[in-house]
T-cell receptor, first 118, second 114 residues
Framework: EPEVTQTPSHQVTQMGQEVILRCVPI?????FYWYRQILGQKVEFLVS????????KSEIFDDQFSVERPDGSNFTLKIRSTKLEDSAMYFC????????????????FGQGTRLTVV | GENVEQHPSTLSVQEGDSAVIKCTYS??????FPWYKQELGKRPQLIID?????GEKKDQRIAVTLNKTAKHFSLHITETQPEDSAVYFC?????????????FGAGTRLFVKA
């Protein structure tokens, strides 16, 4: 079964440093997402990406964050100047074609990258 | 802003009993409602979903209902088993040209006692 893969599984960084979280979405998916889950809390939407541009972002996704699809397979989340409160599990997800055209409307989640800012 | 309320936060049932989790949403543009199961330390996994043009959907022991007028939707698990123990998240999605914008509920921790 195809799956979304994320690397690294765990990243420890010093406050103020930049981190890049990497994701390889499912190959025929066109819509990509990043979510964040602070330990013990709910999953929070950060951003959606389609056709090489951000289609929607939440209030959390400020100038500190950026996303990129540098090649045909990777989708990255960059966090500049990390803060302690950025510590969380970051999930990448991808979904299929325009939902109402296809059978599959599910967003598949990667296994997550646990970011710890110290 | 957009919000999804989920209740209860914790639910403990005896094996074989039913479990019901309820959610309400605020964004009237939401048109897709997935439910995710998350086991400790793992990714959320879709267990069932419902579109806004459908009032009810069932898949074996799991069913969802949607009341668009009241902006309520619910998950029903029948004949619960210990392996159903996990955190369940409801979500309300607005399907856009560029994909989904999904707002999650706070989660319900379900314990199924053997």
């Amino acid at each position: 079964e195809p799956e979304v893969t994320q690397t690294p599984s765990h990243q420890v960084t010093q406050m103020g440093q930049e981190v890049i979280l990497r994701c390889v979405p499912i190959s025929n998916h066109l819509y990509f997402y990043w979510y964040r889950q602070i330990l013990g809390q709910k999953v929070e939407f950060l951003v959606s990406f389609y056709n090489n541009e951000i289609s929607e972002k939440s209030e959390i996704f400020d100038d500190q964050f950026s996303v990129e699809r540098p090649d045909g397979s990777n989708f990255t989340l960059k966090i500049r100047s990390t803060k302690l409160e950025d510590s969380a599990m970051y999930f990448c997800a991808s979904s299929n074609l325009w939902p109402w055209e296809g059978e599959n409307t599910e967003a598949f989640f990667g296994q997550g990258t646990r970011l710890t800012v110290v | 802003g957009e919000n999804v309320e989920q209740h209860p936060s914790t639910l403990s049932v005896q094996e074989g009993d039913s479990a019901v989790i309820k959610c309400t949403y605020s964004d009237s543009a939401s048109n897709y409602f997935p439910w995710y199961k998350q086991e400790l330390g793992k990714r959320p996994q879709l267990i069932i979903d419902i579109r806004s043009n459908v009032g009810e959907k069932k898949d074996q022991r799991i069913a969802v209902t949607l009341n668009k007028t009241a902006k309520h939707f619910s998950l029903h698990i029948t004949e619960t088993q210990p392996e159903d123990s996990a955190v369940y998240f409801c979500a309300a999605s607005r399907v856009m040209t560029g994909g989904f914008k999904t707002i999650f509920g706070a989660g319900t921790r379900l314990f199924v006692k053997a």
